[in-house]
């Protein structure tokens, strides 16, 4: 019991810091949202190309944009010593990451599923996608934070933490990519996307089930 | 397995097979190099240009390989805290990168006059760019970190992590995009390929194998005579202090 209330109290005390400096959270929206603008003036504003183009250039840009706030989920406890505390806390140390994971996916990733109805709007995508796209996103950025959690334990104090952190995670970030973009793809083209969104679930409990033992296993590694 | 956690144990053992290696690596590759570029017939539609099949399937086999042996030893290492198995992963690592560059490469050259093409999406084409981003990040994670076990800690739970990884990503890119032909040997109704076409592919197989074990040899011999020597170096710099002290 006194385990998932101190879960409870780490969701609770990540939350307050991401409400306290709202500005981290909104610039990986604000990322997410300018990038997007760059695609009509790169490959010009074409409606058909730009339909054809758009859900897979949301998810890839949701990627990117998970993939830069990654280095907040652990990189401050790290430095000021709450990671130390809770490595030694008695609470399992697996709990409190999956806490961490949950707290960061509130802050970042539920912005982005949020935010994909306009992007959707702005690509000119079909009216369905305005339920695909937020829904698909919202069963697959959770096993993004979960992955990207394990690159971020393990890249804590190396010399050079975010680049790095493409080449481990990306690769990883890969399946969720295919699955997300297949099922948005699958009902604006009508070929159905009902199979991919089962699929982008159970890729969110198969990491729900790893990550949390991976990511703990890579932070005991800092008390070492 | 314990008993060659003794690196000179495993030294000695390493002294006594790594000239047999060499010397069938020495004598096999001339042969796996005239049954295939000679003695092997040309294929009846792709003409001489299959005989790159004989250096680009082993390479494949042996990125796989060797990512698959990786692994192993990431979870042996990581499990015991072998000194040993961290070394022979590390070791391996470069080869199979290597492996995986000679498969692409190989491929894409193949590619050229089969496909019209140098590169095409397809599914085993991107799953091996994507096993070949692994090997990099793996190298990349070992060196990271200013205390290198500490580097060989995390890149064993990275090892691991891309070994649990490695089949939903295979899986995922087969739905996503398939023109590679099927596999034509490791099947159960026996190998749809001639038999002279075979017998050369398995000889370059084994000649692929020795040079691996060669080389990994080497290499795991090398790393374990530099942690020595700075060891060595550690021990020297404390017996200078305390003299001075």
Avoid at chain 2, 60 to 69: E, K, S
Avoid at chain 2, 114 to 141: E, P
Wanted: with cysteine; hydrophobic share 60%; net charge positive.
């Amino acid at each position: 019991m006194s385990a998932i209330r101190a879960a409870g109290a780490v969701v609770a005390r990540d939350l307050r810091l991401a409400f306290r400096r709202p500005g981290e959270s909104l610039l990986a929206v604000a990322f997410f949202a300018l990038a997007l603008a760059l695609f009509p003036l790169g490959v010009g504003p074409t409606p058909a190309l730009l339909v054809r183009i758009g859900a897979g250039v949301i998810w890839v840009l949701a990627l990117f944009a998970l993939l830069l706030s990654l280095e907040r989920l652990y990189q401050a406890d790290f430095e000021d010593g709450t990671l130390e505390l809770m490595l030694l806390a008695p609470a399992p140390l697996e709990l409190l990451v999956a806490a961490k994971c949950l707290a960061h996916w509130l802050s970042s990733g539920l912005l982005l599923v949020l935010m994909s109805p306009v992007l959707a709007l702005l690509m000119g995508l079909p009216g369905e996608a305005l339920w695909v796209l937020p829904a698909a996103l919202a069963l697959g950025t959770p096993t993004l934070t979960l992955i990207g959690s394990i690159g971020a334990a393990l890249l804590l104090g190396s010399r050079r933490g975010a680049t790095l952190a493409a080449l481990l995670v990306l690769p990883l970030f890969i399946p969720v990519l295919i699955f997300g973009v297949g099922a948005v793809d699958g009902y604006l083209f009508g070929l159905g996307g009902r199979g991919q969104l089962l699929m982008l679930g159970a890729l969110f409990l198969f990491a729900l089930a790893i990550a949390p033992f991976a990511t703990a296993a890579a932070l005991r590694l800092c008390g070492e | 397995m314990q008993g060659y956690a003794n690196p000179l144990a495993f030294r000695r053992l390493a002294d006594r097979v790594l000239p047999w290696t060499l010397a069938g690596l020495a004598a096999l590759l001339p042969v796996g190099l005239y049954l295939a570029l000679v003695q092997a017939p040309p294929d009846y539609q792709q003409g001489d240009a299959a005989r790159i099949m004989y250096v680009h399937v082993p390479a494949a086999w042996m990125a796989l390989f060797t990512y698959t042996l990786l692994a192993l030893l990431s979870a042996v290492a990581w499990i015991w805290r072998h000194l040993l198995a961290e070394v022979a992963a590390r070791a391996a690592a470069p080869i199979g990168a290597a492996f995986t560059a000679v498969a692409l490469l190989s491929g894409s050259i193949w590619g050229k006059p089969m496909w019209g093409t140098w590169w095409v999406w397809d599914a085993r084409l991107t799953s091996v760019l994507i096993l070949f981003f692994l090997y990099l990040g793996y190298m990349a994670l070992h060196d990271a970190f200013e205390d290198p076990a500490r580097g060989a800690r995390a890149a064993s739970i990275l090892a691991l992590v891309g070994a649990v990884n490695l089949p939903i990503i295979k899986f995922s890119v087969d739905w996503w995009n398939t023109l590679h032909q099927p596999a034509s040997i490791m099947r159960l109704d026996g190998p749809t390929i001639a038999p002279s076409m075979l017998w050369p592919l398995f000889v370059m197989l084994l000649v692929f194998k020795l040079l691996f074990v060669s080389v990994w040899l080497l290499r795991i011999r090398a790393h374990l005579a530099e942690r020595r020597l700075q060891g060595l170096r550690a021990m020297g710099a404390r017996g200078v202090a305390a003299t001075a002290g």
